[in-house]
Each structure stands twice: as structure tokens, then as C-alpha cells.
Nanobody, 122 residues
Framework: QVQLVDSGGGLVQPGGSLRLSCVVSGDIFSIYDMGWYRQAPGKQRELVAGITSGGNSKYADSVKGRFTISRENANNTTYWQMNSLTPEEAAVYYC????????????????WGQGTQFTVSS
């Protein structure tokens, strides 16, 4: 059974940095496209970045230039590095994994982490 464990949340000051981690177990990590979503209070969950099984990444316009998604296949882990944080970016962040079969991500094999939350405050 595939499991995702998100971690790294907490309290950070405005302008500070934070790195979230997501460890995947139960299957071959390298054949999954990975993504980070966030959900702020009262808002819908939104995709902020994704990285394919081949290592290609894409970002939402709101985070381009400050946030970085990466993956370490040897450690079954994807990371979300956030810099220059603002209070508006505080949310619950969720890791997402979607298995790639014959070159396509398959929604039937989609999994979520439990979410990790952080607050931006001085």
C-alpha cells in the first residue's frame, strides 16, 4: 500500500524559509509524478508545483522564483523549498503522488499525504 508522509511545517517569520518533505513508501518512487498542493482556510486546495518522474518541474505563477520542488529518488522523497514567505502563504500543504504508466499519470493510482501546516508570523 502506497503511503505518503508530509513533514516540515511549523512557525516561520515573515521573509523566512522553510523546507517541507514528503516520503513515499510502498511502491517504486521513481515512477511517480509528484506535486505539492496547498489549502488555506476557507479556500480550495490548489496545485502550486509538480515534478514529473523524469525530473521536469512546473510552478504556479504565484510561487515562481521563490519556491522550488525537487526529488531524491534514492531516498523516496520529494521536497518543497519555500523562501521569502509571507503570511498569506501560510496554509496546509499536501504532497501528491500519481503513478506514471506507459508515459501517462494515472488518476486511479493517486495518493495524498496527510498534510503539514505552517504559520508565518513575527
Amino acid at each position: 500500500q502506497v503511503q505518503l508522509v508530509d513533514s516540515g511545517g511549523g512557525l516561520v517569520q515573515p521573509g523566512g524559509s522553510l523546507r517541507l518533505s514528503c516520503v513515499v513508501s510502498g511502491d517504486i518512487f521513481s515512477i511517480y509524478d509528484m506535486g505539492w498542493y496547498r489549502q488555506a482556510p476557507g479556500k480550495q486546495r490548489e496545485l502550486v508545483a509538480g515534478i514529473t518522474s523524469g525530473g521536469n518541474s512546473k510552478y504556479a505563477d504565484s510561487v515562481k522564483g521563490r519556491f522550488t520542488i525537487s526529488r531524491e529518488n534514492a531516498n523516496n522523497t520529494t521536497y518543497w523549498q519555500m523562501n521569502s514567505l509571507t503570511p498569506e502563504e501560510a496554509a496546509v500543504y499536501y504532497c501528491n503522488a500519481r503513478k506514471v504508466v506507459a508515459g501517462y499519470p494515472i488518476t486511479e493510482y493517486e495518493y495524498w499525504g496527510q498534510g503539514t501546516q505552517f504559520t508565518v508570523s513575527s
